[in-house]
């Protein structure tokens, strides 16, 4: 049995249940009934606006946004989906800051809520700098479903490393 490096954190009667769905070549069709479809927001543009509508529909309050684009350098390997920077500058007598959100390229072609669940991620962190309880807090206020969509989103990156691109 290969170890399903996605999912060490779980019960073993989940992993054993995992790891049945992987012998028998499930675990892809199992993903697919559950998210048919791949999302069409594909364009830094179209990222962006897709991001400043959940933050302005949750966290109207919070730092300017200044960028949101996908990036071919985030690697899942390096345990990252999705970055958040903050950038700093002088400008005058005044020092201008604004977030900056990376996602890996990974996500132009998953379901939506895979993408959906890595912004709120990525936008909790302009409140809330560590993976704490207020973070997680805060990423259920914007998605009430974040828990299962990261859990069936390790389902999906465990069937990457076994099998093929789903969408």
Same mark, same amino acid.
């Given at each position: 049995?290969?170890?399903?490096?996605?999912?060490?954190?779980?019960?073993?009667?989940?992993?054993?249940?995992?790891?049945?769905?992987?012998?028998?070549?499930?675990?892809?069709?199992?993903?697919?009934?559950?998210?048919?479809?791949?999302?069409?927001?594909?364009?830094?543009?179209?990222? %962006? #606006?897709?991001? +400043?509508?959940?933050? &302005? !529909?949750? =966290?109207?309050?919070?730092?300017?946004?200044?960028? $949101?684009? %996908? #990036?071919?350098? +985030?690697?899942?390997? &390096? !345990?990252? =989906?999705?970055?958040?920077?903050?950038?700093?500058? $002088?400008?005058?007598?005044?020092?201008?800051?604004?977030?900056?959100?990376?996602?890996?390229?990974?996500?132009?072609?998953?379901?939506?809520?895979?993408?959906?669940?890595?912004?709120?991620?990525?936008?909790?962190?302009?409140?809330?700098?560590?993976?704490?309880?207020?973070?997680?807090?805060?990423?259920?206020?914007?998605?009430?479903?974040?828990?299962?969509?990261?859990?069936?989103?390790?389902?999906?990156?465990?069937?990457?490393?076994?099998?093929?691109?789903?969408?």
């Amino acid at each position: 049995m290969q170890k399903l490096k996605y999912l060490t954190a779980y019960e073993p009667k989940v992993i054993n249940q995992i790891q049945s769905l992987i012998d028998n070549d499930q675990l892809g069709q199992f993903i697919f009934n559950k998210y048919p479809e791949a999302h069409n927001i594909t364009s830094a543009r179209a990222l %962006y #606006d897709y991001a +400043i509508d959940i933050k &302005n !529909d949750y =966290l109207r309050k919070s730092s300017v946004l200044g960028k $949101v684009i %996908y #990036d071919d350098k +985030i690697h899942v390997i &390096n !345990d990252a =989906l999705g970055l958040h920077t903050y950038i700093s500058r $002088v400008q005058g007598k005044k020092l201008k800051a604004k977030s900056e959100i990376r996602v890996s390229t990974l996500f132009k072609r998953t379901p939506l809520p895979f993408l959906r669940m890595i912004v709120v991620h990525e936008l909790a962190h302009l409140k809330e700098k560590q993976h704490n309880k207020a973070f997680y807090q805060l990423c259920r206020h914007m998605e009430p479903d974040y828990h299962q969509i990261e859990f069936d989103l390790r389902l999906y990156l465990t069937h990457l490393d076994f099998g093929e691109a789903l969408y």
